[in-house]
């Protein structure tokens, strides 16, 4: 999976589509993410000694990797990421259509 926890990322399929937001989790096996602002739920919590009163808790759900596509900081357009190896050996993600490196901010 090439996309990352705090990358900027834009939703292209499914209910949510045009959204961005910056990438706050990611499962891997279940190749899911959690996007900041994107398909909020409601969850009804009960009250407690901490929180009295009982609330209806807004929160972000998962979305699938598929439908999402990263937004590259350097030419500000949604690119597919690609893999370059460096000349000490290491790999780093580049954007597919300019070619500079992908940074999580």
Partial sequence: MRIRKNDMVLVVSGNQKGKKGKVLKVFPKEKRIIVEGVRLIKRHSK??????KKKI?????????????????KCDTT?????????????????????????ST
């Fill in 47 to 52: 009250p407690t000694q901490k929180n009295p």
């Fill in 57 to 73: 808790i807004e929160k972000e759900a998962y979305i699938n990797v598929s439908n999402v596509m990263v937004i590259c900081s």
């Fill in 79 to 103: 690119t597919r990421v690609g893999i370059k190896t460096l000349e000490d050996g290491r790999k780093a993600r580049v954007c597919k259509s300019c070619g500079e490196m992908i940074l």
